[in-house]
T-cell receptor, first 111, second 117 residues
Framework: DAKTTQPNSMESNEEEPVHLPCNHS???????IHWYRQLPSQGPEYVIH???SNVNNRMASLAIAEDRKSSTLILHRATLRDAAVYYC????????????FGKGTRLSVIA | GAVVSQHPSRVICKSGTSVKIECRSL??????MFWYRQFPKQSLMLMAT?????????EQGVEKDKFLINHASLTLSTLTVTSAHPEDSSFYIC?????????????FGNGTRLTVT
């Protein structure tokens, strides 16, 4: 799987938007961009994924650069419960393959 | 939505004993499950891929005789840490994807925190 680069940590104020960046300059044409997050002492949970177009769901939005070499996960209004480690992962489909986790971004939310 | 249940959530055992961790897919079938290990302040590291009805595939550096994996049904995989030692203390996490849905997200259990004394 192609490598991704994320900042080690970010901080946000509660109820403000958060933009979590991810660089993936070696992405291939068939790689999907996945975001997962891991709350303290829990297993990771799926957040969102996309291929080329921007994606929205109830948790977040995913903005994908036109050249697909970077993407941004957007939390529209951060809450204290959003404090977690966010992982940006590239995955080529098909194939029932595991996810390979990098170090992710640790998001702190300040009340 | 799809749920993966992991049991126990935490276990403390003495050095030299064995511990079994169960991973169940509650509302879907999974021909493949994945086992990860996470040490404090580190990311998840893939240990092995568990295949229903066949042998597991282990990542480089993971001892297959120490970490026994059994995937006897489409909804259950077990990881047994044999002759556990303090260095095996870690957070073990399983995951699965519904069979036949390669594009769907992976679902993760809530992890098992193993402490070996």
């Amino acid at each position: 799987d192609a490598k991704t680069t994320q900042p080690n940590s970010m901080e946000s104020n509660e109820e403000e938007p958060v933009h979590l960046p991810c660089n993936h300059s070696t992405i291939s044409g068939t790689d999907y961009i996945h975001w997962y997050r891991q709350l303290p002492s829990q297993g990771p949970e799926y957040v969102i994924h996309g291929l080329t177009s921007n994606v929205n769901n109830r948790m977040a939005s995913l903005a994908i650069a036109e050249d697909r070499k970077s993407s941004t996960l957007i939390l529209h209004r951060a809450t204290l419960r959003d404090a977690a480690v966010y992982y940006c992962i590239l995955r080529d489909v098909p194939g029932n393959t595991p996810l390979v986790f990098g170090k992710g971004t640790r998001l702190s939310v300040i009340a | 939505g799809a749920v993966v249940s992991q049991h126990p959530s935490r276990v403390i055992c003495k050095s030299g004993t064995s511990v079994k961790i169960e991973c169940r897919s509650l509302d879907f079938q999974a021909t493949t499950m994945f086992w990860y290990r996470q040490f404090p302040k580190q990311s998840l590291m893939l240990m092995a891929t568990s295949n229903e009805g066949s042998k597991a595939t282990y990542e480089q550096g993971v001892e297959k005789d120490k970490f026994l994996i059994n995937h006897a049904s489409l909804t259950l995989s077990t990881l047994t840490v044999t002759s556990a030692h303090p260095e095996d203390s870690s957070f073990y996490i399983c995951s699965a994807r519904a069979s036949g849905t390669d594009r769907s997200p992976l679902h993760f259990g809530n992890g098992t925190r193993l402490t070996v004394t």
